[in-house]
């Protein structure tokens, strides 16, 4: 082949993975954009909205940079030193975002980084640095690492997607299974990856809401996984039908009407073999990890999951020696002890 039609070509292709890549970080801008003010499920050290105490009041001067599109950090020239330098300590407090804020922020960076791998990954196209690295806003850049490093362990948690850094490269980046082996075939099979999961944030979201969460609790709270019931999802296929038929079916998930409710309203509970199968304690675990912080930081569900755990250690205990009341067992034990001090 004449050496101008191979330089062509060469043209050709690259052009070709620049548009792939231009439209991919579109798509992902997209639905990144969805999730922005979604409830924060996965934010940071903080717990979930509806497990965290109310957040302090921020100063009035504070409203610029508690937007979402606010900096974390940034350099700043000579002047705006100056500038700074002349405020008094509570402006200049106020002018820069708590820890809390700060957290708030870098986690929706995590979700929309999220979303962008979700792309990649379902579009099978290559994963690059540079790629990622264009996709954060130049504000967040210095925050890079931390930002992939907490959606990757994110996406491993929820999705079972471990991200690697490819070798010798070390430029590009590859998804393997949670037994290290690569994604290949039908990304909402459950052979390639397993929903596992998923279905214990699903269990995490109902044991928050008191252990029945509405259709509405759900599907907002999937929404910052960039789950949405309307849109097919590249693991969980169409995520309508896999959470309330499916899992349902499998007797995972119940799904109920609220009796007298017009039009009819549903929530869902835990199934028989969610009960069965996992417990409180597991997925209060879960969502420990995904926020970043252990399950006592969550004291009233932390009580109910060990309670919880006590109970089916009894009805283990009953099967094998036959029924028997918990109480009076308790109380002779409690009589038997004192009785040899």
């Known amino acids: 082949m004449p050496r101008r039609q191979k330089s062509k070509l060469r043209a050709l ?11 991919g970080l579109k798509d992902a801008q997209a639905t990144a954009a969805e999730v922005e003010e979604a409830p924060s499920l996965l934010s940071g050290d903080s717990p979930p ?11 009035q001067g504070a409203s610029a940079s508690s937007s979402p599109d606010a900096g974390v950090t940034c350099p700043r020239s000579d002047a705006s030193a100056k500038s700074q330098g ?24 995590v979700t929309k980084m999220m979303q962008y791998l979700l792309e990649k990954l379902n579009r099978k196209e290559p994963i690059t640095q540079a790629a990622l690295l264009k996709f954060v806003k130049r504000k967040y850049q210095e925050h890079f690492p931390e930002i992939l490093k907490a959606a990757s362990e994110r996406m491993e948690l929820v999705f079972g997607l471990q991200l690697k850094e490819n070798k010798p490269n070390r430029r590009t980046y590859s998804f393997v299974n949670n037994l290290g082996l690569p994604i290949e075939g039908d990304l909402s099979s459950d052979e390639v990856l397993p929903k596992t999961g998923f279905l214990m944030v699903l269990l995490g979201v109902i044991f928050m809401k008191g252990n029945r969460a509405t259709e509405e609790e759900i599907w907002e709270y999937l929404k910052v996984l960039g789950v949405r019931p309307e849109r097919s999802h590249p693991i969980l296929g169409e995520p309508r039908e896999f959470v309330t038929k499916d899992l349902v079916q499998q007797k995972y998930l119940a799904h ?10 549903y929530v869902f509970l ?6 069965t199968e996992t417990s409180k304690m597991k997925v209060l675990e879960v969502m420990a990890k995904i926020n970043n912080t252990v399950p006592n930081a969550f004291p009233n569900l932390y009580e109910e999951a060990l309670r919880d755990d006590e109970d089916k250690a009894w009805l283990r205990a009953a099967v094998i020696v036959g029924p028997f009341n918990k109480a009076s067992f308790l109380s002779r034990a409690m009589s038997g002890s004192t009785s040899h001090v």
Request: charged share 30%; net charge positive; no cysteine.
């Open 13 to 23: 292709e690259k052009r070709r993975q620049a548009q792939s890549e231009t439209q």
């Open 49 to 59: 909205s509806a497990l965290a105490p109310d957040p302090p009041q921020e100063p």
């Open 86 to 109: 002349e405020e008094t300590p509570s402006a200049s407090q106020a002018a820069r975002p708590t820890p809390r804020v700060r957290k708030d922020l870098l986690a929706r960076q």
């Open 256 to 265: 109920r009407q609220v009796p007298n409710s017009d039009p009819p309203r």
């Open 270 to 275: 835990w199934g028989p073999r969610a009960h």
